[in-house]
């Protein structure tokens, strides 16, 4: 029973470029939440989706940044025109749903780097 | 709206010493809270979660944690630690309706001197 996957675990852009970070959420689960680390500042909530919904996306910068979660696919988070500052650690976690307070299955992450 | 301190951003203890990390929380309603340990380039494992039931909860590697309603308090403890354990360790609040996104406190990093 494979867990979250995230890819890929490292990423490299120039300033400009665009990233686009994936997450397969764990089966069974149809809740996706990203999550951004930076040093010394704890995961901040960016995006909570569900199949073809955006559900809350108040930690999510208002330019640039952008997520989805088809039907059919993976979920994924797209940096548009990165800059330096979006270098960080980004984190997909998933549940099952929301009756229970299952908790979250993390991903390993993507390291973004923006050179 | 909820929130998380951690208190110390850096506990160093002892091999064998008792592990005592602080997590203090701030909900407007009754709140689930969550440890969670990060090792060095991995993602965050569910260390333990208090979702209303028992109020000293049991979790992996020998940890436990006491929900303190009257302090706001969920603090992690283990008797005795172990060079393994040295990690980052995340407390972790959502609020006791609906499916609200966790809240994460700034992280705790534990050291574990032999």
């Known amino acids: 029973n494979a867990g979250v996957m995230q890819n890929p675990r490292h990423l490299v852009r120039r300033r400009g470029q665009e990233a686009r970070l994936r997450c397969s959420p764990m089966?069974?689960?149809?809740?996706v939440y990203w999550y951004r680390q930076l040093p010394e500042e704890g995961l901040k909530f960016m995006v909570y989706?569900?199949?073809?919904?955006?559900?809350?996306e108040s930690g999510m910068p208002k330019e640039r940044f952008s997520a989805e979660f088809p039907k059919e696919g993976p979920s994924i988070l797209r940096i548009q025109q990165v800059v330096r500052g979006d270098s960080a650690a980004y984190f997909c976690a998933s549940s099952p749903g929301v009756q229970i307070p299952y908790g979250y299955t993390f991903g390993s992450g993507t390291r973004l780097t923006v050179v | 709206a909820q929130s998380v301190t951690q208190l110390g951003s850096h506990v160093s203890v002892s091999e064998g010493a008792l592990v005592l990390l602080r997590c203090n929380y701030s909900?407007?309603?009754?709140?689930?809270l969550f440890w969670y340990v990060q090792y060095p380039n991995q993602g965050l494992q569910l260390l333990l979660k208090y979702t209303s039931a028992a109020t000293l909860v049991k979790g992996i590697n020998g940890f436990e944690a006491e929900f303190k309603k009257s302090e706001t308090s969920f603090h992690l403890t283990k008797p005795s630690a172990h060079m393994s354990d040295a990690a980052e360790y995340f407390c972790a609040v959502s609020a006791n309706s609906g499916n609200t996104p966790l809240v994460f406190g700034k992280g705790t990093r534990l050291s574990v001197i032999a």
């Open positions: 909900s407007s309603v009754p709140p689930y």
């Open positions: 089966k069974g689960h149809s809740h």
């Open positions: 989706l569900q199949k073809e919904n955006i559900i809350d």
